[in-house]
């Protein structure tokens, strides 16, 4: 899912969203200030507030992005409802989202990589998150050029899920050609991408999802397909070399 965040320059007059293919489009009326939705305080049920916020400032180091573009993740949610604090802490108030695309308007004096004008995307640094806006200070180490063929809709939406799926299957399992990867969900955010992942690294995959999803995730590459409603994957697979598992649903018994 995305959030589209329209420039203030438009001069929009009314807040409303709009959902169209999984995403949503937010018009905001905080013209001519700069715009974010803040979480006031921890919890399930907390819902983001729209405020008026400065420019942020921009560091040596640091890229200015206008927002085109943000994901919305999981991780945003946890870190809503607190479940995140003791290890990512943050002090309410403070503005969520950890995935953003959109245009650089300001560099920093040290800044080598990127020009004003650069069409960008990040899963921005722990500690330095803030999609949820109309601008971010973006560290140029986290920070790659948008490619052409991506709209920003679709550049918003990779940084988390393909960065877990990188770090999971190559920094982490060393996946190799021949080995045979188990990914649970794979009709979720990570799983998508783990499974063409794991494909093009040659290994054989096998993942969980509904009937209603099983051409779906035959056609990213899933070698084997179990309808977690219908099926038990613990009787009908055996001897895989990594498993993935992104469910936060599953409970160890």
């Known amino acids: 899912m995305g959030v589209r965040v329209p420039s203030s320059a438009q001069k929009v007059k009314a807040f409303k969203v709009i959902d169209f293919g999984g995403f949503l489009v937010l018009a905001i009326p905080c013209y001519p200030h700069s715009c974010a939705f803040i979480v006031k305080s921890y919890g399930k049920k907390e819902k983001l507030q ?5 420019e942020p400032v921009v560091k040596e180091n640091e890229v200015l992005v ?3 573009s943000a994901g919305v993740n999981l991780l945003d949610s946890l870190i809503r409802n607190g479940d ?3 290890f990512l802490p943050y002090k309410p108030p403070f503005v969520n989202g950890h995935d953003v695309a959109g ?3 300001k560099v920093g004096s040290k800044v080598s990589r990127f020009k004003i004008g650069d069409e960008v995307y990040s899963r921005v ?3 330095r998150i803030g999609t949820f806006a109309e601008y971010i200070a973006v560290n140029e180490g986290d920070l790659a050029l948008k490619p052409q063929n991506l709209s920003m809709d679709e550049a918003a939406s990779i940084p988390l899920v ?3 799926a990188w770090q999971a299957l190559v920094e982490i399992g060393n996946v190799k050609k021949g080995q045979k990867v188990f990914i649970q969900a794979g009709s979720g955010g990570v799983g998508t991408f783990a499974i063409q992942l794991a494909k093009h690294l040659g290994a054989y995959v096998a993942t969980t999802t509904s ?5 779906w995730v035959k056609k990213l590459g899933a070698d ?5 409603k219908t099926e038990d994957f613990e009787t009908l697979l055996k001897d895989y070399d990594l498993v993935l598992h992104s469910n936060r649903e599953y409970q160890n018994p």
């Open 224 to 228: 084997l397909v179990v309808d977690y």
């Open 162 to 164: 393909g960065l877990t």
């Open 211 to 215: 009937a209603t999803n099983a051409d």
């Open 84 to 86: 995140f604090k003791l």
């Open 50 to 54: 729209l405020a008026e916020l400065p």
């Open 125 to 127: 640094g722990d500690y």
């Open 103 to 105: 245009v650089v308007t």
């Open 66 to 68: 206008q927002i085109h």
